[in-house]
């Protein structure tokens, strides 16, 4: 039985090299039925505006109509199109994310299944349950003993370098931020065609402040549907018809590690700082996903990246 899991364990840790799991080890036990995948770029800024409202309200009641009118478009042909362009209906897609992120809370924290099921916007436990059942095949309770043993576990190393974790206070940054879809093997190249449209609006790129923001666990998440924002400070340039989107990064405290290697590497990185270091803090996250705030420009082609991970805290 060791053997077993040495051999699994070093199959996840070549694939993690690879930032390039063949499926998500955690995530649903089978395959989600969908047209396609959402596109690499999110280029139709309708359906844009729509997916940033959607994500910063999944803990809130989220109607069709709302939606419609964020995308300036009818209700029947929002739907339409959404399903047109990312592969899935809109209630597919906030049902989807909303038990992502549900999963991430299991896998992480210790709090109760009622109160991740609040977080996520079920508003009964019952509910909550059924849907869970239906996109993972398993409980919550079931699920979360399942992820903890399939999901790869943090080194001794990674233990040691929790003493480096930084409690720091970031102000309230207006970014410029375009989305990707795909895995984290696509990073630097979601970085390199943001430069190119940067330029494009006359964004200086010498000096650019550039932030990277992450939401899914590639452990959870199939790698065509993971989330990726690179984003730089909002100077108040001009848009047009480019398929940006002006975010914020919001106040407060984070916890942070600073990550100086090869992009491939970073998912140790990410174990210091969620798993490890709370250990040893009694610290706890807010769900809003993390941030990298890179030293240099990502967009540079070097091979070694350096930059900080930030995981907000609650407080």
């Not at 991740?116 to 059942?133: D, K, M, N, P, T």
């Not at 480096?164 to 102000?171: F, K, N």
């Not at 610290?283 to 070097?302: A, I, T």
Request: glycine share 4%.
């Amino acid at each position: 039985m060791d053997a077993t899991r040495d051999v699994h364990e070093q199959r996840l840790a070549e694939q993690e090299r690879a930032l390039l799991f063949e499926r998500p080890h955690a995530g649903p036990r089978k395959p989600y039925e969908r047209d396609k995948p959402p596109p690499q770029v999110l280029e139709d800024r309708r359906i844009l505006r729509a997916i940033r409202y959607i994500e910063a309200h999944l803990d809130r009641p989220l109607s069709l109509d709302r939606l419609a009118a964020r995308a300036s478009l009818s209700t029947f042909h929002f739907q339409r199109l959404f399903r047109e362009v990312m592969g899935e209906s809109p209630s597919e897609y906030i049902r989807r994310t909303r038990l992502d992120r549900a999963a991430i809370h299991l896998l992480i924290y210790p709090e109760s299944v009622l109160s991740i099921a609040l977080s996520v916007g079920y508003s009964s436990h019952e509910a909550f349950i059924r849907a869970f059942h239906r996109q993972f095949d398993l409980t919550p309770t079931q699920y979360r003993q399942f992820a903890r043993q399939a999901s790869i576990p943090a080194t001794t190393e990674e233990y040691r370098r929790a003493a480096e974790v930084q409690v720091i206070h970031l102000p309230d940054l207006a970014l410029l931020s375009m989305r990707f879809y795909g895995s984290y093997a696509r990073v630097v190249e979601h970085w390199q065609r943001f430069a190119e449209e940067l330029q494009r609006i006359g964004y200086p790129l010498d000096n650019a402040r550039a932030i990277g923001a992450i939401t899914d666990n590639p452990e959870i998440t199939p790698n065509d549907l993971v989330r990726y924002d690179c984003a730089v400070v909002d100077l108040g340039l001009p848009i047009g018809d480019a398929p940006l989107s002006r975010v914020r990064l919001p106040a407060g405290r984070y916890a942070c590690l600073q990550h100086q290697a090869p992009y491939n590497q970073v998912f140790a990185a990410y174990r210091t700082l969620a798993v490890a270091w709370p250990e040893s803090s009694g610290e706890r996250f807010v769900p809003q996903g993390g941030y990298e705030l890179y030293r240099q420009p990502p967009w540079s082609g070097n091979a070694t990246q350096c930059l900080d991970i930030a995981l907000g805290l609650e407080g």
